[in-house]
């Protein structure tokens, strides 16, 4: 509530907007990674009784291309939210409320498109996914942590909304 004493662009950024950025980002890069080592095993895994590896499998195709989606769209979502409200602070101007909003809603939603992502990478993977030692084990465990996070938690979903339909959100964005 006191005076700005930087002037910066940066500066006009919620401190828990930056955070749920933050943590947001991580989760898009568990989800990329989880894309990236599944593919790595669809190349040479082929499934008991089966004579086509994992990439042969049109079911297979089709998840990696959802996970695609899923995550470019979050990613290219994030960028956009922050775009705008860089442009925003660019001006000097305070962020407003629906900035902030759109922020904290591209963050969550970022991170549990992250989620689906991981998922759905760790359940093609199979058995081999349930092992320790297995990236897509470390991956779908580190991910489910994220959700965790209270600047990407469910109930950002009801602040956002209560802002989006001209309601007091009662609590800082």
Same mark, same amino acid.
């Given at each position: 509530g006191g005076r700005t004493r930087v002037r910066s662009a940066l500066y006009q950024f919620p401190l828990l907007g930056l955070?749920?950025?933050?943590?947001?980002?991580?989760?898009?890069?568990?989800?990329?990674?989880?894309?990236?080592?599944? %593919?790595?095993? +669809?190349?040479?895994? #082929?499934?008991t009784g089966s004579r086509r590896t994992l990439t042969e499998r049109p079911q297979i195709q089709s998840d990696v291309a959802r996970t695609m989606a899923d995550l470019k769209s979050a990613e290219a979502y994030i960028h956009s939210a922050i775009d705008e409200a860089w442009q925003q602070a660019e001006q000097g101007e305070r962020l407003s409320t629906e900035i902030?909003?759109?922020? %904290?809603?591209? +963050?969550?939603?970022? #991170?549990?498109?992250?989620?689906?992502?991981?998922?759905?990478?760790?359940?093609?993977?199979?058995?081999?996914s349930i092992y320790e030692d297995s990236e897509l084990q470390r991956c779908f465990r580190d991910i489910h942590v994220s959700t965790q996070h209270i600047m990407v938690a469910n109930p950002i979903y009801e602040v956002v909304g209560k802002v989006a339909l001209g309601l007091d959100p009662k609590q800082p964005l």
């Open positions: 955070l749920a950025i933050g943590v947001s980002s991580v989760s898009l890069g568990i989800g990329y990674k989880a894309l990236e080592s599944f %593919r790595d095993l +669809a190349g040479v895994k #082929t499934p902030k909003a759109n922020l %904290r809603l591209a +963050a969550v939603n970022a #991170t549990h498109r992250s989620v689906a992502a991981t998922d759905r990478m760790y359940e093609a993977g199979g058995g081999t």
